[in-house]
């Protein structure tokens, strides 16, 4: 896959369409038109993370994904944290992911492509979905029956949602 095309913190619907395109050999799908956005759902709603990008937004549409670079500006970091730890920490899972979860923002990103493909490794490696892909292409005839959303979950949040609700049986709604 080619990971500059990774958004920051991927919604449901692009993980759905990653993962058909790991097992079907479909297109792998873009990073979209806000890559440096993410919806997630508290208990106030929905809310918006965005991440500052340098030069602003105009840059979004003047250069490629893998170009953009991510401005320190407004001490997102903290505030993005803050927002997915109040939304998600009741979660069952929460707990066993927080670590992985607060690394993510620990580390100064350079450019808006690495804090993409840093975030798709983090939901990557808490789920277990790539192992689980790697074991599907060597019995394709065993891919599981999918589950459909919950009712209170639209497919665009963000797929952390999942993981925190469902741990490693998120695949089971992405397939």
């Keep these: 896959m080619n990971c500059m095309e990774t958004p920051y913190l991927p919604c449901i619907d692009w993980y759905r369409a990653w993962v058909r395109a790991a097992l079907h050999g479909a297109p792998y799908p873009e990073a979209g038109e806000a890559p440096n956005r993410t919806a997630i759902l508290g208990a106030w709603g929905e809310q918006t993370l965005t991440v500052p990008i340098e030069g602003g937004r105009r840059r979004l549409q003047q250069l490629p994904v893998w170009q953009l670079g991510v401005s320190e500006h407004g001490n997102w970091r903290h505030t993005h944290c803050h927002a997915l730890t109040s939304a998600y920490g009741a979660y069952p899972y929460f707990p066993y992911f927080r670590d992985a979860l607060e690394a993510l923002y620990t580390v100064r990103h350079t450019s808006l492509a690495s804090l993409g493909r840093l975030s798709h490794e983090l939901f990557a490696d808490c789920s277990g979905i ?8 060597v019995h394709p005839d065993a891919v599981p029956t999918g589950r459909p959303l919950p009712a209170d979950l639209p497919g665009h949040i ?3 949602d999942l993981l925190f609700r469902f741990g490693p049986e998120s695949i089971f709604y992405l397939v």
């Design 130 to 137: 790539d192992g689980i892909l790697r074991w599907l292409a």
């Design 158 to 160: 963000c797929a952390l």
